[in-house]
């Protein structure tokens, strides 16, 4: 890649300065995250719709995720659906346009348009899936889940590596749940068994999961009542356990979701690089670090030969996640006698860390071109004796070069499921959180639920508590 140094100038000198504040994402939104996180939930909603300018700003994917989530919870499900939505069509028009490709290379990634991060997409779906299972209406539900399952396939054209987070065992689970609640056992069988497939294999390697017990009796279930004697054989040797039977025809299914504490939210470290000439060439330089073992070559031509050879030192900010922990680590329903405990189907916490993992090179190869032009531009201009110009590139540099913190802070660290066979009707079941160094709580919270016989009904709870956690001080 050859550097222009001549039309980082022009731009430079010629545009106002595009400078991010140095605050963070978190802070920068701080009476939103702090009415969210109290559970305030209604006076968080006003918080956001008193921004009159958010569809105009860079960071309008966020919002859109952010009301979203906060109508969920309220229970506007057709409001939120409506919000996501929005997220989901803007990301795809802005994705086909190319986006802000100038600003992420002259200026900083944090003065771009955001336009979420690859999971991120994944669970605006999600949310409108749950949304439309909430309201029984599975169809729209599955159309949501298969928009899941493209996106997945086209993050596996989008990483090269051996090792990479491609496939869902989540997405699988939910097709699974939604084709039971249907009566399409068939579908629902298959379902599951990609689902177990995938937590034995991908998820057990990289974030160290085990097959969900439930998952496990709802394939063995779907497996007898299809007559498939060769798979319940099979299954029944390998989870160790019988086929349940089926469910009763007079009673109703309950299936929920627990969303425990929040996910991570980002923020900013620096990495120092040295340029070191390649060995009898003025065509190619590397850029690197030997605490992490990082080299990064570069070609130019002879003026930025020049330029790139003197500045001898630099560094670079880059994002980074900070994990939020649960303050709950277990919890159940229960209903008269009968109890159960929630399995983990989903971190989001772990899968936003691995794919942040999987594109670093590429974000590191973008922030070293970008600071690199920034720096050889100003030598250019000390070079011309045009000091005050230089010491402007300086500082310009020096200001623009910040990681961007972005990101929807509003996910949940976890999911968890469960299923209860209930009676139908009118139900209060109870809902129980506990730790490690908590005991589970012996009252819990009951809730009420309206449930049909032959029916499967999905709700949600959002534990919202978390470990407080340490960010970059603010230096504004």
Same mark, same amino acid.
């Given at each position: 890649?050859?550097?222009?140094?001549?039309?980082?100038?022009?731009?430079?000198?010629?545009?106002?300065?595009?400078?991010?504040?140095?605050?963070?994402?978190?802070?920068?939104?701080?009476?939103?995250?702090?009415?969210?996180?109290?559970?305030?939930?209604?006076?968080?909603?006003?918080?956001?719709?008193?921004? $009159?300018?958010?569809?105009?700003?860079?960071? &309008?994917?966020? +919002?859109?995720?952010?009301?979203?989530?906060?109508?969920?919870?309220?229970?506007?499900?057709?409001?939120?659906?409506?919000?996501?939505?929005?997220?989901?069509?803007?990301?795809?028009?802005?994705?086909?346009?190319?986006?802000?490709?100038?600003?992420?290379?002259?200026?900083?990634?944090?003065?771009?348009? !955001?336009?979420?991060?690859?999971?991120? +997409?994944?669970?605006?779906?999600?949310?409108?899936?749950?949304?439309?299972?909430?309201?029984?209406?599975?169809?729209?539900?599955?159309?949501?889940?298969?928009?899941?399952?493209?996106?997945? =396939?086209?993050?596996?054209?989008?990483?090269?590596?051996?090792?990479?987070?491609?496939?869902?065992?989540?997405? +699988?689970?939910?097709?699974?749940?939604?084709?039971?609640?249907?009566?399409?056992? =068939?579908?629902?069988?298959?379902?599951?068994?990609?689902?177990?497939?995938? !937590?034995? $294999?991908?998820?057990?390697?990289?974030?160290?999961?085990?097959?969900?017990?439930?998952?496990? @009796?709802?394939?063995?279930?779907?497996?007898?009542?299809?007559?498939? &004697? =060769?798979?319940?054989? !099979?299954?029944?040797?390998?989870?160790?356990?019988?086929?349940?039977?089926?469910?009763?025809?007079?009673?109703?299914?309950?299936?929920?979701?627990?969303?425990?504490?929040?996910?991570?939210?980002?923020?900013?470290?620096?990495?120092?690089?040295?340029?070191?000439?390649?060995?009898?060439?003025?065509?190619?330089?590397?850029?690197?670090?030997?605490? !992490?073992?990082?080299?990064?070559?570069?070609?130019?031509?002879?003026?930025?030969?020049?330029?790139?050879?003197?500045?001898?030192?630099?560094?670079?900010?880059?994002?980074?996640?900070?994990?939020?922990?649960?303050?709950?680590?277990?919890?159940?329903?229960?209903?008269?006698?009968?109890?159960?405990?929630?399995?983990?189907?989903?971190?989001?916490?772990?899968?936003?860390? @691995?794919?942040?993992?999987?594109?670093?090179?590429?974000?590191?190869?973008?922030?070293?071109?970008?600071?690199?032009? @920034?720096?050889?531009?100003?030598?250019?201009?000390?070079?011309?004796?045009?000091?005050?110009?230089?010491?402007?590139?300086?500082?310009?540099?020096?200001?623009?070069?910040?990681?961007? $913190?972005? =990101?929807?802070?509003?996910?949940?660290?976890?999911?968890?499921?469960?299923?209860?066979?209930?009676?139908?009707?009118?139900?209060?079941?109870?809902?129980? $959180?506990?730790?490690?160094?908590?005991?589970?709580?012996?009252?819990?919270?009951?809730?009420?639920?309206?449930?049909?016989?032959?029916?499967?009904?999905?709700?949600?709870? +959002?534990?919202?508590?978390?470990?407080?956690?340490?960010?970059?001080?603010?230096?504004?």
């Amino acid at each position: 890649m050859v550097f222009r140094v001549k039309r980082l100038l022009g731009f430079v000198l010629i545009s106002p300065f595009l400078f991010a504040s140095c605050m963070s994402y978190y802070q920068r939104n701080l009476e939103f995250n702090q009415a969210f996180e109290a559970g305030e939930l209604e006076k968080a909603k006003g918080v956001l719709e008193k921004d $009159t300018k958010a569809e105009e700003r860079k960071e &309008r994917f966020l +919002h859109y995720v952010n009301l979203g989530t906060v109508n969920s919870l309220l229970g506007n499900y057709d409001e939120s659906n409506e919000w996501f939505e929005k997220a989901y069509v803007f990301h795809e028009d802005e994705r086909k346009s190319g986006g802000d490709v100038v600003a992420t290379y002259l200026v900083n990634a944090a003065a771009t348009l !955001y336009l979420g991060e690859d999971h991120e +997409h994944l669970y605006v779906l999600y949310y409108k899936a749950l949304n439309f299972m909430k309201m029984g209406r599975l169809e729209e539900a599955m159309v949501e889940v298969r928009r899941m399952e493209i996106l997945l =396939n086209q993050l596996d054209d989008k990483y090269s590596s051996e090792k990479k987070f491609d496939k869902d065992a989540f997405v +699988h689970l939910l097709m699974g749940l939604i084709y039971d609640a249907q009566g399409d056992i =068939n579908n629902a069988f298959i379902a599951y068994r990609n689902a177990v497939e995938i !937590y034995d $294999t991908e998820y057990r390697e990289f974030f160290n999961y085990r097959v969900p017990v439930q998952l496990k @009796k709802d394939l063995l279930r779907t497996a007898r009542q299809m007559g498939f &004697r =060769n798979e319940v054989s !099979y299954y029944e040797k390998k989870f160790d356990m019988d086929a349940p039977k089926p469910f009763p025809k007079d009673s109703s299914q309950v299936v929920m979701f627990w969303h425990n504490g929040l996910g991570p939210v980002k923020d900013s470290w620096e990495i120092a690089f040295i340029i070191v000439p390649a060995p009898g060439r003025r065509d190619l330089v590397y850029f690197r670090n030997d605490e !992490y073992g990082f080299v990064f070559p570069f070609r130019v031509n002879d003026d930025e030969f020049n330029s790139l050879n003197d500045m001898r030192t630099f560094k670079i900010a880059f994002p980074k996640y900070v994990e939020r922990k649960q303050i709950h680590q277990t919890a159940s329903i229960s209903y008269g006698s009968q109890e159960a405990q929630f399995e983990k189907a989903e971190t989001i916490n772990q899968i936003s860390f @691995k794919l942040l993992e999987q594109r670093m090179l590429l974000e590191m190869g973008q922030a070293i071109l970008r600071v690199a032009l @920034k720096k050889a531009a100003e030598h250019a201009l000390r070079e011309n004796d045009n000091q005050g110009a230089a010491l402007a590139m300086a500082i310009y540099s020096y200001a623009s070069e910040q990681a961007d $913190t972005r =990101n929807w802070q509003t996910l949940p660290h976890s999911i968890e499921y469960a299923r209860l066979t209930l009676p139908a009707g009118e139900n209060s079941i109870r809902f129980k $959180t506990g730790s490690k160094k908590i005991e589970m709580d012996p009252m819990g919270v009951e809730l009420k639920i309206e449930t049909e016989a032959g029916k499967t009904s999905f709700f949600t709870y +959002h534990s919202l508590e978390y470990q407080p956690v340490n960010l970059t001080p603010n230096y504004q």
